[in-house]
């Protein structure tokens, strides 16, 4: 059965980072970055959130249709609303797949730290927002998000191949 893979977590933790290394791994795997599929829009730099309004739309219409096909999808998107988390779930199950979220997080100077090294294409979004204070925000906001059955990967070090590892291993209990 195909999966959507859900990497959650805040901004900085390496949701990106671990979905494209999860889908250059296996084949016919998609790695459905909201924030690439926001680049393409014309004029997503001056109304971010409304190109974001525009664009999950049509990436849950691209992972249904690729979910279709048989193949999974993993998608590194930042929520903090169950009603979103609800959505790709629906969308799974249209598609006859599984919907799996696993939340990453880190100790909030891990992600801050993250996000001051990365060179990202909606950090400006990010500061325009308020920066690294939106970002502890987010940190804090997670601990309202989670349910006694989420699937949390604790991202502390600096190791990638061990937090793939990690996910690798939650996505096979």
Request: charged content about 25%; glycine content about 8%.
């Amino acid at each position: 059965m195909p999966r959507l893979i859900h990497l959650n977590g805040p901004t900085g933790v390496g949701k990106s980072t671990i979905a494209a290394r999860y889908a250059a791994a296996r084949p016919k795997t998609l790695n459905l970055d909201a924030d690439e599929i926001v680049r393409l829009i014309g004029g997503w730099r001056e109304d971010f959130y409304g190109t974001v309004d525009l664009v999950r739309p049509l990436a849950i219409t691209m992972a249904v249709h690729h979910l279709s096909s048989g193949h999974d999808v993993v998608m590194p998107q930042l929520i903090m609303r169950r009603s979103e988390r609800a959505r790709f779930a629906e969308a799974a199950q249209r598609a006859g797949a599984e919907y799996v979220e696993l939340v990453l997080l880190a100790p909030v100077g891990v992600v801050v730290r993250r996000y001051r090294e990365r060179d990202h294409h909606i950090d400006h979004v990010v500061e325009a927002l308020g920066g690294v204070s939106v970002i502890e925000r987010s940190c804090d906001r997670f601990a309202g998000y989670l349910t006694p059955e989420s699937v949390v990967i604790e991202t502390a070090g600096d190791d990638v191949e061990r937090t793939c590892a990690a996910v690798v291993a939650a996505l096979s209990s």
